[in-house]
């Protein structure tokens, strides 16, 4: 999902002069893709609406699907990877939502369309998808959640799709259903994140193990390390990550990111770096 790219992120809040009613996003950019021509593609990561309604929040577009870790963690330009590289769910999928917070409890639902970021339909894929939480990650320091899952899905990382039927020009579908587990705290510059993610895919039993522990120094967290493992059984694939983060925000506009990986199924490593430069705009 991390390409060399160049977009914009844009966000306008919609008021009736008492309160806020709503909120768009839209976040689009053109990335380098080697493996395709030509090279540079055009990507939409955001594109939603979300409205205030009595008593919960509605969206509708591309959005995080209500599905463990994933649907509240930030992978904004992160380098370190979540379940979502891992087909368990998505980062972002198109379809609909509704969110509603109470002082402790939070409730999740989605209806999207089992593709990743890109529209895809094939007959039949949909991911229908649920999180109930305890405990706020900004105001408590700490959240704990259940979610459960449910549908047909195309095997998608980001805009890639993959998995074609063999002498057909059609990706296959995949049954999935798990439940999940997932949880976060902070105390001091400590970060703890984990998922455990349980059921069956593609008609196969499927597990996954997320956890994540990280260091945050300097004033408003400049600098950032972070440690993480990441186990996945899912149909003949068995997969085992341990990777290491670092990040360092030079200024508001400026953050270098490097990442260490070392799976283990096969003992290959690599490095990747990143210059993130993000510069505000208001009109």
Request: aromatic share 14%; no cysteine; glycine share 10%.
């Amino acid at each position: 999902m991390q390409k060399p790219s160049l977009g914009f992120d844009y966000i306008r809040k919609f008021n009736n002069g008492y309160r806020d009613t709503g909120t768009f996003a839209l976040q689009y950019r053109v990335a380098y893709n080697a493996k395709i021509r030509p090279r540079f593609e055009s990507q939409i990561y955001n594109l939603y609406y979300k409205h205030k309604l009595p008593g919960f929040d509605a969206w509708i577009g591309s959005n995080k699907p209500a599905s463990g870790l994933t649907s509240y963690l930030d992978n904004h330009a992160a380098l370190l990877p979540d379940m979502a590289m891992r087909v368990f769910t998505f980062d972002r999928d198109w379809g609909i939502g509704a969110e509603r917070e109470t002082r402790h409890w939070s409730f999740k639902a989605s209806a999207t369309n089992g593709a990743g970021m890109r529209i895809y339909n094939k007959e039949g894929n949909y991911l229908l998808a649920g999180r109930v939480g305890y405990g706020n990650l900004n105001q408590d320091s700490y959240t704990l959640g259940v979610s459960g899952v449910h549908g047909k899905v195309l095997e998608a990382m980001g805009y890639n799709l993959g998995h074609l039927n063999s002498g057909a020009d059609e990706y296959i579908l995949h049954a999935q259903n798990y439940i999940g587990l997932d949880g976060a705290g902070r105390w001091r510059n400590l970060e703890l994140k984990a998922d455990l993610l349980k059921g069956e895919f593609f008609d196969q039993p499927a597990l996954g193990i997320f956890g994540r522990a990280g260091l945050f120094l300097l004033p408003e967290d400049r600098l950032g390390l972070e440690l993480q493992i990441m186990h996945s059984r899912h149909a003949i694939f068995e997969n085992t990550d341990y990777s290491a983060g670092l990040a360092f925000r030079l200024n508001p506009d400026l953050t270098f990111r490097a990442l260490y990986n070392y799976h283990a199924q096969d003992e290959s490593q690599r490095v990747i770096g990143q210059i993130y430069y993000n510069k505000p705009f208001t009109f």
